[in-house]
C-alpha cells in the first residue's frame, strides 16, 4: 500500500500566484480531509470529502481557497491568487467511513513569497 | 465551545525520564480517542488508539495510554524516554462524527 500521495512535496510561488495541491488517497478509503499546519495556529482541517462530497467546508480561510474531488482516487485544494500569509504545510488525509483512523500524507510545503 | 485540550505545549526531559502528556475534551456520548506523533519533518502517525474495552490502551515504541471518561481524559504515557521519541504529539478525538478534532499538540524535547 502506497497511502496518501501528496504532490507537490515542496512549493515555492510569488504573491499573487495560484497554487494546485494535490492528493491521492488510499484505495478503498472514502473519506478525504484537507489540513493546514502553522506554527502560529498549529493543525486546522480545512475541508473533507465523504464519498468525493463536500461534507464540511467551514475550516476553510476564505473565497481564495476552493478544494474539489473529481473522483474516489483524485482531490485537489487550490488558491487563486496566493499570499504570503497562506504559506504553511498541507497535509491530505483519508480513511474509511466509520473507521475513524486518519492516515496522513507526507504534506506540501508551501512558500508564498 | 467543544474542544480537545493539550495544557502542556512543551515538556523537555532528559533520556531515561517518565513522560506523562495530558489530553482533555469537552465532548459528551461516545467517543474515540486518538494519540498521534509527528517526527520533526514528517506527517503525523497513528501511536494509538481507543474505540472500546481496556481503558488502558498500549501503542507503538512503548507509549500508552488511559482512558478515563469521569474525567474526559485520555493522557500518554511512556515509563523511560528516549531521544528519538523528541517530535510533537497530538490528541484527536472523534466525537460520532466522520472527522477527527484535534489539540494543539505538545511538542516534547528530549535531551540526551
Known amino acids: 500500500d502506497a497511502g496518501v500521495i501528496q504532490s507537490p512535496r515542496h512549493e515555492v510561488t510569488e504573491m499573487g500566484q495560484e497554487v494546485t495541491l494535490r492528493c491521492k488517497p488510499i484505495?478503498?478509503?472514502?473519506?478525504l480531509f484537507w489540513y493546514r499546519q502553522t506554527m502560529m495556529r498549529g493543525l486546522e482541517l480545512l475541508i473533507y470529502?465523504?464519498?468525493?462530497?463536500?461534507?464540511?467546508d467551514s475550516g476553510m480561510p476564505e473565497d481564495r481557497f476552493s478544494a474539489k474531488m473529481p473522483n474516489a482516487s483524485f482531490s485537489t485544494l487550490k488558491i487563486q491568487p496566493s499570499e504570503p500569509r497562506d504559506s504553511a504545510v498541507y497535509f491530505c488525509?483519508?480513511?474509511?467511513?466509520?473507521?475513524?483512523?486518519?492516515?496522513f500524507g507526507p504534506g506540501t510545503r508551501l512558500t508564498v513569497l | 465551545a467543544q474542544s480537545v485540550s493539550q495544557h502542556n505545549h512543551h515538556v523537555i526531559l532528559s533520556e531515561a525520564a517518565s513522560l506523562e502528556l495530558g489530553c482533555n475534551y469537552s465532548?459528551?456520548?461516545?467517543?474515540?480517542l486518538f494519540w498521534y506523533v509527528q517526527y520533526p519533518g514528517q506527517h503525523l502517525q497513528l501511536l494509538l488508539k481507543?474505540?472500546?474495552?481496556?481503558?488502558l490502551v498500549k501503542g507503538i515504541k512503548g507509549f500508552e495510554a488511559e482512558f478515563i471518561k469521569s474525567k474526559f481524559s485520555f493522557n500518554l504515557r511512556k515509563p523511560s524516554v528516549q531521544w528519538s521519541d523528541t517530535a510533537e504529539y497530538f490528541c484527536?478525538?472523534?466525537?460520532?462524527?466522520?472527522?477527527?478534532?484535534f489539540g494543539t499538540g505538545t511538542r516534547l524535547t528530549v535531551i540526551p
Open positions: 488525509a483519508s480513511s474509511r467511513t466509520g473507521a475513524n483512523e486518519q492516515f
Open positions: 484505495s478503498g478509503h472514502n473519506s
Open positions: 470529502f465523504n464519498n468525493n462530497v463536500p461534507i464540511d
Open positions: 465532548y459528551g456520548g461516545t467517543v474515540n
Open positions: 481507543y474505540f472500546s474495552g481496556d481503558p
Open positions: 484527536a478525538v472523534n466525537p460520532g462524527a466522520n472527522n477527527l478534532f
